[in-house]
């Protein structure tokens, strides 16, 4: 086990890095001042040459990456301009809304995606299999902000019975709470709900036909049994481990999600530094998610590691 | 009695032949290629067919709703919403051809180089290649975007540029298996230079599931390009493009619901041709898939 964890900690320590050179480096794709393009239009000489000074922009690009990297290190990822507040408090403040969207969009696409997927496997070649095949197709190819904007036309122009936008604290009042965020999170797990379905349906496919769901078959047990007990569990290993790799799914489409239902949450907060032109917020966004990303496939990789005796072995 | 003998066995035919065959035996690919086809036609068709200018204003037509002149209706502005839309499909379908070609060229070649080359060349490639691989596609490309400026190139850059890492890896795990093919080896034991076993012997062989990958990610592009729109960092107005008219389209749902529906249907319509077309090529030119 040790020495799988310190292989695989080894592998994720130059990627970081290559994360932070790559999130660095977006700055330098800012054409020609870094300093005048960051202190706005104004172009107020005295806050320009405070950037300067505190950018380090009289230095050689390694040094100044190195003074970058070492405050990223200390758990600074530079300040809002428009905000005036640290990015790592902003990200702080606006995660838990996103965590919560996420979660009930994984709630929703683990309801859709796997009975869908085992279906689909079991009745395979059907017009089960084909239907369940018909509704993954058009989660992969329906834009998220196009869904969104139908289900406001139907459930809240239409039919009145969902709020169209905006965000109420769940600690404030959970009933409104759910009733904004129901809509959200079924766009957001729509897209997740197809690619669960299609690796659900493939492992499925793969256990159902292995010697050992034969021998329950042959035992005379239930067919309900023989899927459910024997062939998911095992099925469901694989279907978990690369779930986990939707996260970055999840993430894009938030941005998305967010903007169309004004929801304030990580995704609306990249959108809004985007067009407020406050890079440190956009580049402090991309860092924090690619660092979720690699420590969620590291944990997926320890959980994969853990439940599967033939890789410990 | 030699020609005879010729005569009843099975005519040859060529591994792309076969695949051919295999794709149009295949109703869904086909549905979804002819309809990428007749976008294809729109697109390049558009000033011949679409009935109105599609940024001319109208002051007197403004939000209709669908009927005989207007048949998708008009946005905010009075412009006709079926010649924006038939307009909108250049924008997607350039968005989606450009960004995934830029993929393509570099990829392909940096693939190709930690495939063959290995060492430390593969060490530096995989490992920026995984650094890329670790933000989600639509947020590198958002903050590319950002950083390059708002524009409908820019967005193709940056689509391109985040699309990328999936074509090094696609192209760099093809490049292992083949280069230690008997013919391969043969071709090295024959003194050809490396850049010739690289291009000549080992390219050609790579690229049927690199054909497959490009289609599945010019869907992916059309909807990356649609939401960079719709976020106001692709096409920028008055030019049509489905994401930024979706983007108008939001503030007017309750008003003018046709504005939303039309251009959304075409990026549903056009990615899941696309995605169709991608399915139908991965299953024609990998049988073991199928």
């Known amino acids: 086990m040790s020495t799988f964890l310190t292989r695989r900690l080894a592998t994720i320590v130059p990627t970081l890095l290559f994360v932070s050179m790559l999130v660095f480096g977006l700055q330098q794709l800012l054409p020609g001042d870094a300093a005048l393009v960051l202190a706005g239009e104004d172009h107020d000489p005295s806050v320009v040459a405070h950037l300067r000074a505190k950018m380090h922009l009289d230095e050689a690009l390694p040094v100044r990456y190195v003074y970058w990297l070492g405050g990223v290190l200390r758990g600074d990822l530079g300040e809002s301009m428009r905000m005036q507040k640290p990015v790592t408090a902003l990200i702080a403040e606006k995660l838990p809304v996103t965590i919560q969207l996420a979660a009930m969009a994984i709630v929703i696409a683990l309801a859709i995606g796997i009975p869908a997927g085992i279906v689909s496997a079991v009745y395979k070649g059907t017009a089960w299999d084909y239907a369940a095949n018909a509704v993954a197709l058009w989660g992969l190819s329906t834009p998220n902000f196009w869904l969104g904007i139908m289900l406001i036309l139907l459930f809240s122009v239409s039919l009145g019975w969902l709020p169209a936008s905006g965000y109420v604290s769940p600690f404030e009042d959970l009933r409104a709470n759910l009733a904004s965020m129901i809509m959200p999170a079924f766009v957001l797990g729509n897209a997740i709900a197809a690619v669960l379905m299609r690796h659900t349906r493939s492992a499925m496919l793969q256990v159902l036909s292995s010697d050992y769901v034969r021998t329950a078959r042959a035992k005379g047990l239930d067919e309900r049994v023989v899927v459910l007990h024997h062939a998911l569990r095992n099925a469901l290993v694989p279907i978990i481990t690369l779930g986990a790799l939707e996260f970055g799914t999840l993430l894009s489409g938030a941005v998305l999600t967010e903007q169309v239902f004004t929801i304030p949450g990580f995704g609306k907060l990249i959108v809004d530094a985007v067009f407020n032109r406050d890079y440190a917020v956009v580049q402090g966004v991309v860092l924090f998610t690619a660092t979720v990303y690699i420590t969620l496939n590291l944990l997926a990789d320890v959980a994969y590691f853990l439940v599967n005796p033939r890789m410990r072995s | ?290």
Do not use: C
């Open chain 2, 1 to 290: 009695m030699a020609t005879l003998a010729f005569d009843v066995l099975p005519r040859e035919t060529s591994p792309g032949q076969r695949a051919l065959s295999r794709l149009l035996r295949r109703p869904s690919a086909m549905v979804g290629l002819v309809v990428v086809a007749a976008f294809v036609g729109l697109a390049l068709a558009a000033p011949l067919i679409a009935p109105y200018d599609p940024v001319a204003t109208s002051w007197s037509a403004i939000r209709k709703a669908p009927s005989a002149a207007h048949l998708f209706g008009t946005d905010e502005l009075g412009r006709d919403v079926l010649s924006r839309v038939i307009f909108g499909a250049r924008a997607s379908l350039l968005a989606g051809v450009v960004s995934v070609l830029i993929s393509l060229s570099l990829g392909i070649p940096v693939g190709l180089l930690a495939g063959y080359v290995g060492r430390w060349t593969d060490g530096v490639i995989s490992r920026v290649t995984d650094a890329m691989l670790a933000t989600p596609f639509l947020i590198l490309a958002i903050a590319l975007a950002a950083f390059l400026g708002p524009s409908l190139t820019n967005a193709m850059i940056a689509i391109g540029i985040s699309a990328t890492p999936v074509f090094i890896r696609l192209t760099r795990a093809q490049v292992l298996a083949v280069k230690v093919e008997d013919y391969v080896e043969a071709a090295r034991a024959v003194g050809n230079p490396h850049w010739r076993i690289a291009l000549r012997h080992i390219l050609p062989n790579v690229v049927p599931p690199l054909i497959v990958q490009a289609t599945l990610a010019i869907a992916a592009a059309v909807i990356a390009e649609a939401s960079l729109s719709f976020l106001g960092l692709g096409q920028q107005p008055p030019a049509p493009s489905w994401g930024s008219m979706l983007n108008t389209a939001k503030n007017y749902v309750e008003q003018a619901p046709w504005m939303a529906i039309w251009p959304g249907l075409s990026i549903f319509v056009l990615v899941l041709s696309f995605n169709l077309l991608g399915d139908g090529l991965r299953d024609a030119l990998d049988p073991r898939q199928a």
